[in-house]
């Protein structure tokens, strides 16, 4: 199972970004998939995931209303929309799977209940 994930970069507070991550192997459509991110010098946390089971979608309180994870399954990727981006927001976002399709929510947010992860892409946000 391979994770690529792209589309970081540099942009301006208040600006957009949209990250992409392609999965490949056996690890695809039946697999839950999460966005974490990782900043300078704090430990790595999430973002947002899907969870194919149900087709719902979580996010975590900080991006709540700003960012947007979607998939398309015919060409097994998922995507974060990130809007109105604050310096805050800037790290190495890491797409992650699952061999589940359906992990309970007490876990959603935790990095052990993904067992495939990409390499990360850097996204910076200037103020």
């Known amino acids: 199972v391979q994770l690529q994930a792209s589309g970081g970069g540099l942009v301006q507070a208040g600006g957009s970004l949209r990250l992409s991550c392609v999965v490949s192997g056996r690890a695809g459509r039946s697999s839950s998939l999460a966005w974490f991110r990782q900043a300078p010098g704090k430990e790595r946390e999430f973002v947002s995931t899907i969870r194919p089971s149900d087709g719902r979608m979580y996010v975590a309180d900080s991006v709540k209303g700003r960012f947007k994870i979607s998939r398309v399954r015919a060409e097994n990727t998922v995507y974060l929309q990130m809007d109105n981006l604050k310096p805050e927001d800037a790290a190495v976002y890491y797409c992650?799977?699952?061999?589940?399709?359906?992990?309970?929510?007490?876990?959603?947010?935790?990095?052990?209940?993904?067992?495939?992860w990409g390499q990360g892409t850097l996204v910076t946000v200037s103020s």
């Open positions: 992650a799977a699952a061999e589940k399709s359906h992990i309970i929510l007490s876990a959603i947010r935790a990095e052990d209940s993904y067992d495939y």
